[in-house]
């Protein structure tokens, strides 16, 4: 049974950092490209960054660059999202999703909070 379990929300001011991660199991994890989702009150689910297997192509939503960083450890199986320099806009659930051969999985999220 495939899981994605996110960790390392929690609620900041604007201006601090958070690292998000998020474990799979029960997945050959470096298979599968890793994508960062957030979901804000009120908003659609948008993307905000993505990683390949390997590890040697990122992508980011142009509101988060230059501020949030994707990266992977497939020995751990593990992705995560250093997010510095957090703005109010930044505040949603985040899920990671994992796609490879027309397959996808979604974690259940967690919680970041931006507020003075």
């Known amino acids: 049974q495939v899981q994605l379990v996110e960790s390392g929300g929690g609620s900041v001011q604007p201006g601090e950092s958070l690292r998000l991660s998020c474990a799979g199991s029960?997945?050959?994890?470096?298979?599968?490209?890793m994508t960062w989702f957030r979901q804000g009150p009120g908003k659609e689910r948008e993307l905000v960054a993505g990683?390949?297997?390997?590890?040697?192509?990122?992508k980011y939503a142009d509101s988060v660059k230059g501020r949030f960083t994707i990266s992977r450890d497939n020995t751990k199986s593990t992705v995560y999202l250093q997010m510095n320099s957090l703005k109010f806009e930044d505040t949603g659930v985040y899920y990671c999703?994992?796609?490879?051969?027309?397959?996808?999985?979604w974690g259940r999220g967690t919680q970041v909070i931006v507020s003075p």
């Open positions: 999703h994992a796609w490879a051969r027309e397959t996808g999985y």
């Open positions: 990683i390949t297997g390997a590890g040697d192509l990122t």
């Open positions: 029960g997945l050959f994890f470096s298979d599968y490209d």
